[in-house]
């Protein structure tokens, strides 16, 4: 982020903000998801990749092939964006569309060998952003805090 950028945004931390709104987790979480948000877009964009590319990557290494949606379902991607996303990563090699031999109107998903070897290049990238999202804290703080978000995040997502 641009120091410009930054000065756009307004500084929990300053005297001005009232103490109101800087103990509102929903305020905090809300600006450090623009923060967090601008570091993992910029910095994978530095490696010619944007964070559904990943989301994609990690989920058909993880569970395998799928229909477009089945990796809507495990990404959280829409499937009118997920199209887009798959023309990107299918141009860059990066996964093979194949189609369904059960139903031919639909496409399979796999990742191909190029895919494979760049998800770990993008770990280490992601790694090294999240090192300097969450720099203040300790390892065993980062730890308790992904915990609490996802269970923040379960919560939420099983009664919605």
Same mark, same amino acid.
């Given at each position: 982020?641009?120091?410009?950028?930054?000065?756009?945004?307004?500084?929990?931390?300053?005297?001005?903000?009232?103490?109101? @709104?800087? /103990? *509102?987790?929903?305020?905090?979480? %809300?600006? #450090?998801?623009?923060?967090?948000?601008? =570091?993992?877009?910029? $910095? !994978?964009?530095?490696?010619?990749?944007?964070?559904?590319?990943?989301?994609?990557?990690?989920?058909?290494?993880?569970?395998?092939?799928?229909?477009?949606?089945? @990796?809507? /379902? *495990?990404?959280?991607?829409?499937? %009118?964006? #997920?199209?887009?996303?798959?023309?990107? =990563?299918?141009?860059? $090699? !990066?996964?093979?569309?194949?189609?369904?031999?059960?139903?031919?109107?639909?496409?399979?998903?796999?990742?191909?060998?190029?895919?494979?070897?760049?998800?770990?290049?993008?770990?280490?990238?992601?790694?090294?952003?999240?090192?300097?999202?969450?720099?203040?804290?300790?390892?065993?703080?980062?730890?308790?805090?992904?915990?609490?978000?996802?269970?923040?995040?379960?919560?939420?997502?099983?009664?919605?």
């Amino acid at each position: 982020m641009t120091r410009a950028e930054a000065a756009d945004l307004p500084d929990d931390g300053a005297r001005e903000t009232p103490g109101r @709104l800087r /103990r *509102r987790a929903s305020r905090l979480l %809300s600006q #450090l998801t623009v923060r967090s948000d601008r =570091l993992i877009n910029e $910095g !994978l964009d530095r490696v010619d990749a944007r964070k559904w590319h990943y989301a994609v990557l990690a989920s058909l290494v993880e569970y395998g092939p799928g229909s477009q949606a089945t @990796l809507s /379902r *495990r990404t959280g991607i829409y499937r %009118s964006d #997920l199209v887009g996303v798959l023309n990107e =990563l299918a141009e860059r $090699g !990066l996964v093979e569309r194949v189609p369904d031999p059960d139903d031919r109107r639909r496409n399979i998903i796999t990742i191909s060998a190029r895919g494979r070897r760049r998800l770990p290049r993008l770990d280490k990238v992601l790694d090294d952003l999240h090192d300097e999202l969450l720099a203040p804290l300790s390892p065993a703080e980062r730890d308790q805090l992904v915990q609490l978000l996802t269970r923040l995040l379960d919560h939420h997502t099983r009664t919605s």
